[in-house]
Nanobody
Framework: QVQLVESGGGLVQAGGSLRLSCAAS????????MGWFRQAPGKEREFVAG????????YYADSVKGRFTISRDNAKNTVYLQMNTLKPEDTAVYYC??????????????????WGQGTQVTVSS
C-alpha cells in the first residue's frame, strides 16, 4: 500500500513557476514508476509527466514538454513536478499517482494503482 500526498499548488500569474511535491508513505516507493496527471473542470484526467523507478527515464505530454520537469528523490520518498512558463490552460487539479509497473510511462490512468488527493494549480492571465 502506498499513500500519496501532494503539495505546492497555488495561484500564479502566466509566465510564472510552481513546484509540486508528492510525498509517499511506505518502504516500496522506489519500486513504482510515478506519474503526474491533471484534471480541469469538465475535462477528462490527462497525463502530464511520468518517471521510472530509478529516475532514469522520463515522459511528458506534448503540451508541457520543455516547460515542466519531473524528478524524484527515492531517499525522501518524494516525486516533484517543476512547472515553468505556466499558461492559463495549465489550470487544473494536479494528481500524483503510483504506477504498478516500474516505468511510469503509461499515459492513461488505468495502470496507476494509487492516487493522491490532488492540489489545485490556477494560472491567471
Amino acid at each position: 500500500q502506498v499513500q500519496l500526498v501532494e503539495s505546492g499548488g497555488g495561484l500564479v500569474q502566466a509566465g510564472g513557476s510552481l513546484r509540486l511535491s508528492c510525498a509517499a508513505s511506505g518502504r516500496t516507493f522506489s519500486k513504482y514508476g510515478m506519474g503526474w496527471f491533471r484534471q480541469a473542470p469538465g475535462k477528462e484526467r490527462e497525463f502530464v509527466a511520468g518517471i521510472s523507478w530509478s529516475g532514469g527515464s522520463t515522459y511528458y505530454a506534448d503540451s508541457v514538454k520543455g516547460r515542466f520537469t519531473i524528478s524524484r528523490d527515492n531517499a525522501k520518498n518524494t516525486v516533484y513536478l517543476q512547472m515553468n512558463t505556466l499558461k492559463p490552460e495549465d489550470t487544473a487539479v494536479y494528481y500524483c499517482a503510483a504506477d504498478r509497473t516500474v516505468w511510469g510511462s503509461s499515459r492513461t490512468p488505468a495502470p496507476y494503482d494509487y492516487w493522491g488527493q490532488g492540489t489545485q494549480v490556477t494560472v491567471s492571465s
